[in-house]
């Protein structure tokens, strides 16, 4: 075997230990819909009043942390497969498909949508 054959070798292997290493756990996935859900209140319809949308953004700013741990988390399933890690969240009647990978999330599907809604019952 060559030394450039095995260097190949040695550096796939540490690319590989590194991805399981950094294989997302579900606390990053609950910080991750936090942050999406901060997002989309954030963006909130313009419509309403300033002081409403301050309220709005207080009570999720002091309370999201056990909407995400008696509401999201119940309701997520992960698959992890090593290198990455698949979730799944039954939300607002929206299936949220999210991959996790090297830490970042890669939304595949519902979650803009499962935002959308969630924002509106804020109201």
């Known amino acids: 075997m060559s030394l450039f054959r095995l260097s190949g070798i040695v550096l796939a292997l540490l690319i590989l230990v590194g991805l399981a290493w950094s294989n997302p756990t579900t606390d990053d ?18 419509g309403t ?6 309220f709005v953004r207080q009570v999720f700013r002091s309370q999201s942390r056990k909407l995400l741990e008696s509401f999201v988390r119940p309701n ?16 607002a ?11 970042h999330f890669v939304p595949l599907h519902g979650v803009e949508e499962a935002t959308l809604k969630i924002g509106r019952m804020a109201f």
């Open 49 to 54: 009043s300033t002081r409403e949308q301050q």
């Open 93 to 103: 009647d929206t299936k949220v498909v999210v991959l996790g990978l090297a830490g």
């Open 76 to 91: 997520t399933v992960r698959r992890n497969w090593g290198l990455v890690s698949h979730y799944e969240t039954h939300v």
């Open 29 to 46: 996935y609950l910080r991750f819909v936090e942050q999406e859900l901060g997002k989309a209140i954030d963006r909130m319809d313009q």
